[in-house]
């Protein structure tokens, strides 16, 4: 029995043989290919590039960070270490003038003296370290009607900050005298003494020297900001200056300025191209305060101030602002020791944009996808292949049973498809016997019903019979003596070259002149005259 054809929502969708054999592979390759994924992926295999950018960043972190702490180490030692120098310096110089140290203030003529006299040694600490400025505040005024401090600011202007070599000094702060006597470069920008403002840097270091602490630990970093006049960025590590009776003299301390920072801190950025690195504070939440960070270069990406740190894949810290995202890794970075007047968490992050790590990590994975993707393009082809190799003797097959009325099989070389096609061959071979055999028994039923049909005429009857036969005309005569031979009526046009109707003429013709009425008595007459030798021929059984 035929199949229907499938249908889904009234639309019929009949598939051949080969298209299903053909979807079946092409659903096994992909079945293949989506469980070779699976295992790959499961394996780690296809975060082989996310890995491997998390080993990078985590190299480059600790590398930057153990950078960090010593750097930033050494620069407090170094600037506490400038605090005793200079406060001894400034007590020897009040000393000779007679001047106690809690008394500076009320001597503004004093000022400029004690300023020179701590010049050098301000210098040399900047010459020694990697700094890009160094300065010194006191506590005390030239102009006590101005919120202004005294004190001097030098920079190095010079990449060679990053070297031991003698710096180019630039003259920011501090009496011009010292300037002229020294030959330094005074900026545009200089100013003569510092503006102060209540809970500034400078107000903040003096506030963490109350005697309750040594003084090594009473130091302070303040986070990065632009002074006054000034263009950089920077980090300044305040350490206020305590005399021996205890009065706080005013601060010193080193600079770590925006240009410093980006030549020390400047990523490898052989991989990702827009690798940046921030030191910033922390902020309540664990966020980082990028408004007073230090950056190695610009991030377009960082625009409110805050950085919210969160965990994400693979082991990497992801970054964002304003919607913005970053992935990296962070450190703590220690710039306070314990049990110091000033506290804070500082962090270092090396930080890639996600766009640019996701496009690195899918570089790393395109060989593997090109592979499956050619493994699945393969497999298609050879669905296509054996949808046509294995499929053609099975059709062959088919095709032939469909005109199985054609003698004989061409075998396929299938066995299974020409022991099929042998045995459809012996069936048609069998019913043409039976439908042969079946003909012949019905014709020879039909004559013998047509002979008991037949009535024997009487002798006078048939004497008047053969007389009349003298009178039919020749046509008729070949007519009658066709149907004596056995020959049927429809047989007579091709025989005699007639059509159909002049032969049912004869045949009435036939009729009348042998007074005979009906077929069964012409059968009669016709049978007498084989019996008694007259006719030779086939059964009368033609006659119409």
Not at 270 to 277: A, P
């Given at each position: 029995?035929?199949?229907?054809?499938?249908?889904?929502?009234?639309?019929?969708?009949?598939?051949?043989?080969r298209?299903?054999?053909?979807a079946?592979?092409?659903?096994?390759?992909?079945?293949?290919?989506?469980?070779?994924?699976?295992?790959?992926s499961?394996?780690?295999?296809?975060?082989?590039?996310?890995?491997?950018?998390?080993?990078?960043?985590?190299?480059?972190?600790?590398?930057?960070?153990?950078?960090?702490?010593?750097?930033?180490?050494?620069?407090?030692?170094?600037g506490?270490?400038?605090?005793?120098?200079?406060?001894?310096?400034i007590?020897?110089?009040?000393?000779?003038?007679g001047?106690?140290?809690?008394?500076?203030g009320?001597?503004?003529e004093?000022?400029?003296?004690?300023?020179?006299?701590?010049?050098?040694?301000?210098?040399?600490?900047?010459?020694?370290?990697?700094?890009?400025?160094?300065?010194?505040?006191?506590?005390?005024?030239?102009?006590?009607d101005?919120n202004?401090?005294?004190?001097?600011?030098?920079?190095?202007?010079?990449?060679?900050?990053?070297?031991?070599?003698?710096?180019?000094?630039?003259?920011?702060r501090g009496?011009?005298?010292?300037?002229?006597?020294?030959?330094?470069?005074?900026?545009p920008?200089?100013?003569?003494?510092?503006?102060v403002?209540?809970?500034?840097?400078?107000?903040?270091?003096?506030?963490?020297?109350?005697?309750?602490?040594?003084?090594?630990?009473?130091?302070?970093?303040?986070?990065?900001?632009?002074?006054?006049g000034?263009?950089?960025d920077?980090?300044?590590?305040?350490?206020?200056?305590?005399?021996?009776?205890g009065?706080?003299l005013?601060?010193?301390?080193?600079?770590?300025?925006?240009?410093?920072?980006?030549?020390?801190?400047?990523?490898?950025?052989?991989?990702?191209?827009?690798?940046?690195v921030?030191?910033?504070?922390v902020?309540?939440?664990?966020?980082?305060?990028?408004?007073?960070?230090m950056?190695?270069?610009?991030?377009p990406?960082?625009t409110?101030?805050?950085?919210?740190?969160?965990d994400?894949?693979?082991?990497?810290?992801?970054?964002?602002?304003?919607g913005?995202?970053?992935?990296g890794?962070?450190?703590?970075?220690?710039?306070?020791?314990?049990?110091t007047?000033?506290?804070g968490?500082?962090?270092?992050?090396?930080?890639?944009?996600?766009?640019?790590?996701a496009?690195?990590?899918?570089g790393?994975?395109?060989?593997?996808?090109?592979?499956?993707?050619?493994?699945?393009v393969?497999?298609i082809?050879?669905?296509?292949?054996?949808?046509?190799?294995?499929?053609?003797?099975?059709l062959?097959?088919?095709?032939?049973?469909?005109?199985r009325?054609?003698?004989?099989?061409?075998?396929?070389?299938?066995?299974?498809?020409?022991?099929?096609?042998?045995?459809l061959?012996?069936?048609?071979?069998a019913?043409?016997?039976?439908?042969r055999?079946?003909?012949?028994r019905?014709?020879?039923?039909?004559?013998?019903?047509?002979?008991?049909?037949?009535?024997?005429?009487?002798?006078?009857?048939?004497?008047?019979?053969?007389?009349?036969?003298?009178t039919?005309?020749?046509?008729?005569?070949?007519?009658?003596?066709?149907?004596?031979q056995?020959?049927?009526?429809?047989?007579?046009?091709?025989?005699?070259?007639?059509?159909?109707?002049?032969?049912?003429?004869?045949?009435?013709h036939?009729?009348?002149?042998?007074w005979?009425?009906?077929?069964?008595?012409?059968?009669?007459y016709?049978?007498?005259?084989?019996d008694?030798g007259?006719?030779?021929?086939?059964?009368?059984?033609?006659?119409?």
């Amino acid at each position: 029995m035929r199949h229907k054809p499938f249908s889904i929502f009234h639309f019929k969708l009949s598939i051949g043989l080969r298209l299903r054999l053909f979807a079946f592979l092409a659903l096994f390759a992909a079945a293949i290919v989506l469980a070779l994924s699976a295992i790959l992926s499961a394996s780690g295999v296809f975060a082989v590039g996310m890995n491997e950018s998390r080993m990078l960043l985590h190299n480059e972190l600790s590398h930057l960070s153990e950078k960090a702490a010593n750097a930033y180490g050494a620069l407090t030692a170094e600037g506490i270490a400038l605090s005793g120098r200079l406060a001894a310096q400034i007590g020897a110089e009040l000393d000779e003038k007679g001047v106690r140290a809690s008394e500076l203030g009320a001597h503004p003529e004093l000022l400029t003296d004690v300023l020179r006299e701590c010049v050098d040694p301000a210098i040399a600490a900047l010459e020694r370290n990697r700094t890009s400025a160094v300065f010194m505040i006191l506590d005390a005024t030239i102009n006590p009607d101005t919120n202004s401090r005294a004190g001097f600011f030098f920079r190095n202007m010079e990449p060679n900050a990053l070297t031991y070599s003698e710096p180019s000094l630039y003259y920011l702060r501090g009496p011009i005298a010292i300037a002229r006597e020294r030959n330094f470069f005074v900026i545009p920008q200089w100013l003569m003494e510092f503006p102060v403002v209540g809970g500034d840097f400078f107000h903040k270091a003096i506030a963490g020297a109350d005697g309750s602490l040594p003084a090594t630990r009473t130091y302070y970093w303040n986070p990065a900001e632009t002074l006054t006049g000034d263009y950089d960025d920077a980090m300044l590590l305040c350490v206020p200056m305590t005399a021996q009776d205890g009065a706080v003299l005013g601060i010193c301390g080193l600079e770590v300025n925006d240009l410093l920072f980006k030549m020390q801190y400047r990523p490898d950025t052989s991989v990702f191209s827009d690798t940046t690195v921030v030191l910033a504070p922390v902020m309540d939440g664990g966020s980082l305060n990028t408004g007073a960070a230090m950056f190695s270069c610009t991030i377009p990406l960082i625009t409110d101030g805050v950085l919210t740190v969160s965990d994400s894949r693979h082991g990497l810290q992801a970054f964002e602002s304003a919607g913005n995202r970053c992935l990296g890794l962070s450190a703590r970075i220690s710039l306070y020791s314990k049990n110091t007047a000033h506290s804070g968490e500082w962090r270092l992050a090396v930080l890639v944009p996600e766009s640019e790590l996701a496009a690195y990590a899918a570089g790393k994975n395109r060989g593997i996808t090109a592979l499956l993707a050619s493994l699945f393009v393969c497999a298609i082809g050879l669905a296509v292949f054996l949808s046509r190799r294995y499929l053609a003797p099975v059709l062959s097959g088919l095709e032939q049973v469909k005109r199985r009325g054609r003698p004989g099989f061409e075998p396929t070389n299938v066995p299974e498809i020409d022991d099929l096609l042998d045995f459809l061959s012996e069936q048609n071979a069998a019913r043409e016997t039976e439908r042969r055999e079946m003909e012949r028994r019905l014709k020879k039923l039909g004559a013998e019903a047509e002979a008991e049909k037949i009535v024997p005429p009487s002798r006078e009857a048939y004497e008047a019979f053969k007389k009349n036969l003298a009178t039919l005309t020749k046509t008729e005569r070949e007519v009658f003596d066709l149907y004596s031979q056995g020959h049927r009526a429809k047989d007579m046009p091709a025989l005699l070259y007639r059509s159909a109707n002049t032969i049912k003429m004869h045949n009435r013709h036939i009729y009348d002149k042998l007074w005979v009425s009906s077929r069964e008595e012409l059968l009669g007459y016709m049978k007498m005259m084989k019996d008694e030798g007259e006719v030779t021929g086939g059964e009368p059984n033609g006659v119409e």
